[in-house]
């Protein structure tokens, strides 16, 4: 449970078991010539043996060790050993039990004793020691007492604890009055769940009459706590406890350790959370005597700190960069200034005017473009000014007539090149309150005597309000962003001209602002088509990126399509997105509620939350340079406040995976070169792409990066597949919720994901679970892809499924229903010409189904291949219910993994794996009979196979055995199969059709692993690629020189597999 | 998940509500009974004194009372009765419109009830009082429960301990205490979410359930626990039958495939022969599993430390599978059922500490399903008739520890305000 070095000057140290005995561990010299040392662990004494759900030891001195347990029941004991100071101890240690301190409603999940405290008794040190328990309280008791106490002194409770005496949760009952009637000091409430630990920070100085503490829950918060005490006038001793702050630095359920450590004025804080994540915060200390009235210590993130203006009778009308480190701002007076940020924030800004123009007192719009150093500033008349930082000088360069709403800077550089610092040439768009157009304007040469300006005002479409803008192709289109969710694109207007937009979609962003839209990356095709990968955020909190394509062939027709969607802020609002300079992380920063929220989103962790109020007030956020750090600016009434961010890198240790535990697997192995991705589904309601990583010290991301989180779902992943090649991932979950996935690779983005379809469901409010699918690919009437899918839900249903990727739409084929159990697996079997269905159930049957007669109508079947005979358009008009052909018992309770080996044309070999602890190997033969096909079943079954449930299996390789003499051949299967008892085994199966019943059946056990893993669910195989021939093979790292097995359950893990 | 969703989800939380059963889990111990037959229906003698350990909300305690005291039986009992006495019937009308009813327990007309019962309860949670069940509120793993219930069990057998504080209070007997015939214990911790440690709680309850059965239990007596078949699950097992003549696991059918949960399943209560003799209360201060027990010191000098070797964990020798038996359930279906424990003789006795996690040292007990498997199925969802009428609980929750938490932050209001304050979901 705990344990604790002896004290300064003795070698060893003391643990405490989950039964409340106390062991010594001493290090002594080893005899043996293998090692150095051995280590001896010898039982001390006993106390009361309850069972603990937690404990603390600390050596007090060479014969005194005091110890703090807590119960499973609500009970607290503090006890001490008391050792002979010679050191001899083992043989004559005696126990000794202080205090019984009940009052917890819960299990204690946690004790703590304080380190010494000198101000809290007048003449000898005193301590406390903190619990927290299941009642969500934490309390502090006074255990000041067992300082010095001695083996001499009388023992306050009988150690055996046989006194009879009620236990369990609640009041003590009348009667007990000797026991349990300590009551703690003080005692708060906290946290919205359990509460998992407790700790003590430092006190540095002894005068000190406040500590403070930080608590650990399930609700995957960190609470920042302060105790004080003050002696009264009448002796007695008031106790003051207080949250004064909370921090949420993990993602889903629990954080599950913590450690503190004391840094010059900060205690450093370092949390593991059930994510897997490992971060780090800290809080600032205030080591005074005494606690100010009013105690408002935040926790501070480190890396930011936030100076405030100091309000000034003008307010900022708008402000907004010009680079990195200064703000163009314009007052309500007409000043027109600039503010250098100082970088190290220990100073505030220093503001300059610029110049005074009245006009702009009233009414101001400002556009930065703090890369190059440029700004636009416009006037309620219509004048707009142009302001280059590098030369400070002002130009005008439009007069357009009426109030602009909105100046937008466009680029034309392409990502690909550096944009220049010295280009003369800009182009931005404005726009207006009232009239539905918009004006083009590109400038060149201010400053100089090659000034030229050039403006283009076209009509825009009906209600389309612009409120972001961004040239794509070189410059050759102009893309524009509604405040209703809208796209448009314009071939760029040279002229006067009434031009329509030849692109438009109303809806990308639901009804919500497009706040920002910006080219990503292009590529072009062989056959002359160019694609730009455009990025548009919107209020909605999601982010797309959409394919442009232009074809070559000189017709320039435009197409657009989303490759990818993410929501990333949930219930917010991205303003933006940026790669950092620095680490190339793909950052978005946007609002959540009344929070302006910087979020790295490559590694998948909020940076930093900045309580500002809102997106409705004026802000402005510069993402910083290699010189410069990221800074956000805002208003807060008549003043800015400024915040530095620095860069995140440090408070980010390890970034985790799911927040729950994983439930489905599957591998894509990518081909030489590419790399794989593994998807997995989890209880947290997200699927996940991971790629296996091949430097794991330089990243924060362990073996495993994840490059992608869907979170679309709305319950815990049942299932997920991805199509042979790649392009699909099929996932499942409850509320009957299936989604088909496109995924690609998009240069300088990564992994792009976008949701195609989700099945139709009969009743809107359905909660039923699809525990498995299957999926086959089948070729569409046009030779395109298309699939045939197989869902089982938990009413024992079946619903069979074709999937047109063309036309993102399924057709219901046929439907069918097992008995009432709920099924768990479906497996297409396809032979020749001939398509069944094998589905498992929580009866431990599994069922075998005919589906040739009824497929017969949508598919013509040849050599394994089913190609359909008419298009489908998505909607149902399902044949006759599919048919049971036959029902095999071969588990004794739910099937929970199964996995189809094909033989021959009639003959599959099925490995399985139940819940009652079970592997088996059927053999499935089949028969054409003149009565209609006859199956044949032959089970071996392996009763002793795990000593828990068998969870998953997984076949991780088949090879022909030919045999020359009789002319036929048996099959060897190697098979990885692992269940709760955290053992992943690997079996070898040789199968043989050939010989009767269950002869020709053998199963070899090879091979036994420990799994870290705990509740195994899945197992996933990232698969060797051919023949490895390169010298190279064998360089750690280099991936896929040999077959992975990828464990997933309460984490993940991967093993290699060699034959 | 509302009530109603949790109705479809879980036909047995239904069941239990139509039929006033106060938590599901009495489903549990039927079908453990018509499977093993815990309560001997056909000797009623054999059963009348029983131990319910964990017992709350009193489920168990509950079916406890309904067969023992009562006399009523269910399910796929109740059915049989029933048809035996149609067939004993002077009418010769075919029983046709009976349809089998194995799966909604229903009890039958005619009441059993059985003489000198004895049913002690315990729990840590104050329980509603059920009909002639002694119910303690106490820590089955706190050495203070045994004088509890050695107490509860033979008023008559022991003193009243003398109300001095001073002599700690230890009740001697004054003669021989009846043993009792089956201990039950459907007991588990909150699940924390931390594996190891839920895995580890559950089976130092167990082993405390076990030190408790040890003391009380009569030779040849019954013992069933619930277990979570989890990590090293099989070291427990392998301890379990040094001290039973059968040890089986059991997955009743009302309990979910897709938890750990399970039920180990004693039978024939051997008593280990005490090196010094000491037997029941004396016995009970030196229990001999779990935690709690001793260290076995494995030098002179008393150390316990055991070195434990990496390899240990793993088995690399391949092993073919041993046939055991075969049989043709159906004309086109064989099977056959092969070991892979090569150990299938006589219980071992508990073996040294130093080989404690040797692969002897571990043993996987047949698994059992119990109920029939047309019964209703925990893990499937059922459609729900239009006029379906949601039940409230029986015995709504106990008190949950942070009942007080929430009820503050209820008071307060405000952004807290949106907490409800609802019902604790039961395992």
């Given at each position: ?125 005193g301590r406390f020691l903190a619990s927290c328990s299941d009642d969500r309280t934490v309390r502090i008791w006074d255990i000041s007492d067992c300082e010095n106490k001695t083996a001499q002194d009388p023992s306050a409770y009988a150690t055996d604890g046989y006194d009879l005496r009620s236990t369990g949760f609640g009041p003590v009952g009348a009667g007990d009055q000797t026991v349990g009637s300590e009551s703690c000091v003080v005692q708060a409430f906290g946290h919205a769940a359990r509460i998992w630990g407790v700790y003590f920070r430092s006190i540095q100085n002894k005068d000190q009459t406040h500590v403070g503490l930080v608590s650990r829950g399930e609700d995957c918060t960190c609470v920042m706590w302060d105790l004080s005490w003050q002696k009264s006038s009448d002796g007695a001793t008031r106790y003051e406890f207080t949250e004064a702050s909370s921090i949420q630095p993990h993602i889903g359920k629990h954080i599950w350790s913590l450690d503190l450590h004391r840094l010059d004025s900060e205690t450093v804080a370092y949390t593991g959370g059930a994510d897997g994540a490992l971060k780090r915060f800290s809080i600032k200390e205030n080591d ?27 307010r900022a009308r708008a402000f907004a960069f010009v680079s990195p480190s200064c703000l163009l701002c314009v007052s309500t007076n007409g000043q027109v200034q600039l503010g250098h940020m100082d970088q190290t924030g220990r100073s505030t800004t220093s503001w300059e005017v610029l110049r005074e123009v009245p006009d702009l007192g009233s009414f101001a719009v400002i556009s930065g473009l703090p890369q190059k150093g440029l700004a636009l500033i416009g006037n309620s008349r219509g004048l707009i000014q142009i302001y280059d930082h590098a030369a400070r000088s002002f130009t005008d360069v439009a007069t357009i007539g009426s109030r602009p709403l909105g100046l937008f800077f466009l680029e034309t550089n392409s990502p690909s090149t550096q944009p220049s610092k010295t280009a003369k040439e800009i182009t931005f768009l404005v726009c207006y309150p009232t009239k539905e157009e918009a004006t083009l304007v590109t400038a060149s040469g201010w400053n100089s005597d090659s000034f030229k300006t050039h403006a283009v005002t076209f009509k825009l479409p009906s209600t389309f309000v612009v409120c972001s803008a961004a040239l794509i192709f070189e410059g050759q ?583 | ?427």
């Amino acid at each position: 449970m705990s344990g604790c070095a002896a004290a300064a000057g003795h070698c060893g140290g003391f643990l405490i078991t989950a039964n409340n005995a106390l062991l010594s561990l001493e290090v002594t010299e080893s005899n043996s010539p293998e090692r150095k040392t051995d280590i001896s662990v010898y039982q001390l004494v006993t106390s009361v043996k309850s069972i603990l759900y937690s404990a603390d030891v600390i050596a007090l001195s060479a014969s005194h060790v005091l110890m703090a347990a807590g119960t499973v029941f609500g009970e607290i004991i503090v006890w001490s050993c008391f050792l002979s100071d010679d050191g001899l101890h083992k043989a004559n240690a005696v126990g000794s039990i202080h205090h019984f301190f009940t009052g917890h409603e819960g299990s204690i999940f946690n004790v703590r004793i304080s380190p010494q405290i000198l101000s809290l008794n007048p003449n000898q040190p005193g301590r406390f020691l903190a619990s927290c328990s299941d009642d969500r309280t934490v309390r502090i008791w006074d255990i000041s007492d067992c300082e010095n106490k001695t083996a001499q002194d009388p023992s306050a409770y009988a150690t055996d604890g046989y006194d009879l005496r009620s236990t369990g949760f609640g009041p003590v009952g009348a009667g007990d009055q000797t026991v349990g009637s300590e009551s703690c000091v003080v005692q708060a409430f906290g946290h919205a769940a359990r509460i998992w630990g407790v700790y003590f920070r430092s006190i540095q100085n002894k005068d000190q009459t406040h500590v403070g503490l930080v608590s650990r829950g399930e609700d995957c918060t960190c609470v920042m706590w302060d105790l004080s005490w003050q002696k009264s006038s009448d002796g007695a001793t008031r106790y003051e406890f207080t949250e004064a702050s909370s921090i949420q630095p993990h993602i889903g359920k629990h954080i599950w350790s913590l450690d503190l450590h004391r840094l010059d004025s900060e205690t450093v804080a370092y949390t593991g959370g059930a994510d897997g994540a490992l971060k780090r915060f800290s809080i600032k200390e205030n080591d005074d005597t005494q606690l100010p009235v009013r105690p408002a210590p935040e926790p501070e993130i480190p890396g930011f700190q936030r100076k405030r203006k100091q309000p000034t009778t003008d307010r900022a009308r708008a402000f907004a960069f010009v680079s990195p480190s200064c703000l163009l701002c314009v007052s309500t007076n007409g000043q027109v200034q600039l503010g250098h940020m100082d970088q190290t924030g220990r100073s505030t800004t220093s503001w300059e005017v610029l110049r005074e123009v009245p006009d702009l007192g009233s009414f101001a719009v400002i556009s930065g473009l703090p890369q190059k150093g440029l700004a636009l500033i416009g006037n309620s008349r219509g004048l707009i000014q142009i302001y280059d930082h590098a030369a400070r000088s002002f130009t005008d360069v439009a007069t357009i007539g009426s109030r602009p709403l909105g100046l937008f800077f466009l680029e034309t550089n392409s990502p690909s090149t550096q944009p220049s610092k010295t280009a003369k040439e800009i182009t931005f768009l404005v726009c207006y309150p009232t009239k539905e157009e918009a004006t083009l304007v590109t400038a060149s040469g201010w400053n100089s005597d090659s000034f030229k300006t050039h403006a283009v005002t076209f009509k825009l479409p009906s209600t389309f309000v612009v409120c972001s803008a961004a040239l794509i192709f070189e410059g050759q289109y102009l893309m524009i962003g509604s405040k209703a969710g809208g796209l448009a694109v314009y071939q760029t207007p040279k002229n006067d001209e009434t031009s329509e937009p030849t692109l438009i979609d109303r809806r990308i962003h639901g009804r919500e602002f497009v706040n920002h839209i910006h080219t990503v990356s292009s590529s072009s095709g062989s056959d002359g088509t160019q694609s730009d990968f455009v990025l548009t955020c919107g209020r909605d909190g999601t982010y797309c990126l959409h394919e442009m394509r232009l074809d070559g062939n000189k017709t320039d027709t435009l197409s657009m399509r989303i490759v990818h969607r993410t929501a990333s802020m949930i219930g917010g609002n991205i303003e933006g997105a940026y790669v950092d300079e620095l680490t190339g992380d793909f950052m978005l920063y946007g609002f959540r509620s009344q929070e302006w929220v910087l979020r790295n989103e490559s590694k998948l962790t909020d940076i930093i939350n900045i309580a500002s109020g809102g997106f409705r007030r004026d802000w402005a956020f510069s993402p910083g340079s290699k010189d410069a750090n990221a800074c956000f600016v805002w208003r807060d009434d008549a003043s800015l406040v400024v915040t530095h961010i620095q860069p995140d890198a440090s408070h980010l240790l390890r970034a985790g995976g799911h927040g729950r535990e994983l439930k489905a697997v599957d591998v894509f192995s990518a081909p030489e070169g590419g790399r794989s991705l593994i998807a997995t589904g989890a209880e947290d309601t997200t699927v996940r792409l991971f790629a296996p990583t091949s430097l794991v010290s330089a990243s924060p991301w362990g073996t495993f990066e994840c490059v992608r989180v869907l979170d679309t779902h709305k319950s815990g992943i049942q299932q997920v597949s991805w199509s042979k090649d790649g392009k699909y991932l099929f996932t499942s979950a409850a509320f009957e919720e299936f989604f088909v996935w496109r995924v690609r690779a998009v240069p300088s983005f990564g992994i792009a994901t976008n949701l195609l379809a989700a099945s139709p469901k009969d009743d809107p409010n359905s909660d039923l679970r699809i525990l498995s699918f299957d999926l086959l690919e089948v070729k569409e009437v046009d030779r395109g892809q298309g699939f045939l899918l197989c869902l089982t839900f938990s009413n024992s249903t079946i619903k069979i499924f074709h999937f047109s990727p063309s036309g993102c739409h399924f057709s219901l084929l046929t439907r069918g229903t097992y008995m009432t159990n709920c099924l768990t697996q479906a497996h297409f079997l396809v032979t020749g010409s001939s398509v069944n269905l094998i589905t498992a159930a929580t009866d431990g049957f599994f069922t075998l189904w005919d589906l040739t007669t009824t497929l017969e109508s949508f598919y013509t079947m040849t050599d394994s291949v089913l190609e359909a005979k008419h298009a489908f358009n998505g909607s149902s008009a399902p044949a006759d219910d599919i048919t049971c052909e036959g029902r095999y018992q071969i588990h004794s309770n739910s099937i929970k993994g199964m996995e189809l080996v094909p033989l021959s044309e009639t003959a599959t070999a099925i490995v399985a794996g139940g819940d009652d602890n079970t592997i088996s190997v059927s053999l499935l033969r089949t028969s054409s009979t003149t009565t209609g096909p006859r199956a044949n079943v032959a089970t071996v079954s392996i009763p002793d196979a795990h000593a828990a449930a068998v969870t998953t299996v997984k076949v991780l390789s088949q090879h022909n055995i030919p045999d020359t003499s009789s002319n036929t051949a048996s099959t060897k299967i190697t098979v990885a199969t692992s269940g709760n008892d955290h053992r992943v085994k690997i079996w070898s199966i040789v199968v043989d059709p050939a010989q009767p019943g269950t002869q020709g059946i053998s199963v070899e056990f090879l091979l036994d692993r420990y799994s870290a893993v705990a509740d195994v669910s899945s197992l996933g195989l990232v698969r060797k690629h051919g023949s490895v021939n390169s010298s190279d093979s064998d360089v750690p790292g280099s991936q896929n020189s040999q077959a992975q097995l990828v464990v997933c359950g309460v984490g993940m893990e991967m093993f290699g597999v060699e034959d | 998940m509302g009530k109603s969703s949790k109705d479809k989800r879980d036909a047995y939380y239904r069941l239990a509500k139509e039929q006033n059963w106060r938590a599901r889990s009495a489903f549990k111990l039927i079908q453990i009974d018509e499977r093993f037959d815990l309560f001997e229906h056909e000797n009623p003698d054999n059963v009348t004194r029983v131990v319910d350990l964990c017992a709350a909300p009193g489920s168990w305690s509950q079916v406890l009372s309904r067969v023992l005291i009562k006399g009523e039986s269910f399910g796929r009992r109740a059915w049989l009765e029933k048809k035996r006495q149609e067939q004993q019937g002077l009418e010769a009308t075919q029983a046709t419109e009976d349809k089998m009813d194995c799966d909604e327990p229903t009890s039958s007309a005619e009441l059993k009830p059985r003489k000198n019962v004895k049913i002690v309860s315990i729990d840590l949670q104050p329980m509603a009082p059920l009909e002639g069940i002694t119910t303690l509120k106490a820590d089955i793993t706190h050495p203070s429960t045994i004088p509890l219930l050695l107490r509860a069990l033979d008023p008559e057998a022991y003193e009243q301990p003398a109300v001095s504080s001073d002599s700690p209070a230890a009740p001697e007997a004054v003669r021989e205490p009846h043993p009792v015939d089956l201990v039950i214990s459907d007991g588990a911790p909150d699940v924390t979410g931390l594996h190891d440690l839920d895995i580890y709680i559950q089976s130092q309850l167990l082993y405390a359930a076990l030190n408790l059965a040890m003391g009380v239990l009569r030779p040849g007596g019954k013992f069933v626990a619930k277990i979570f078949r989890g990590r090293d699950v099989d070291l427990l097992y392998a301890q379990l039958r040094t001290v039973f003549e059968r040890v089986s696991v059991a997955k009743p059918r009302s309990s979910r495939a897709s938890s750990l949960e399970a039920f180990v399943v004693c039978e024939g209560f051997i008593p280990p022969i005490s090196d010094s003799g000491v037997v029941g209360m004396a016995a009970l201060k030196n229990p001999l599993f779990g935690g709690a027990a001793a260290p076995v010191p494995v030098s002179a000098d008393g150390n316990v430390g055991v070195e434990v070797r990496e390899e240990i964990d793993e088995l690399a020798d391949a092993r073919k599978t041993a046939s055991i038996s075969t049989d043709t359930p159906t004309s086109n279906h064989t099977t056959e059922v092969r070991h892979l424990q090569t150990t299938t003789s006589s219980p071992a006795q508990p073996q040294k500490l130093t080989n404690k996690f040797a692969v002897e040292n571990r043993w996987i007990p047949s698994f059992i399903a119990c109920g029939d498997l047309s019964a209703w199925d925990s893990d499937a969802t059922y459609t729900l008739p239009p006029d379906y009428v949601n039940l409230d609980p029986i015995q709504p929750p106990t008190a949950p520890p942070y009942r007080q938490a929430l009820e503050l932050r209820k008071l307060k209001g405000g952004a807290y305000g949106k907490t409800k304050f609802g019902p604790v979901s039961q395992a």
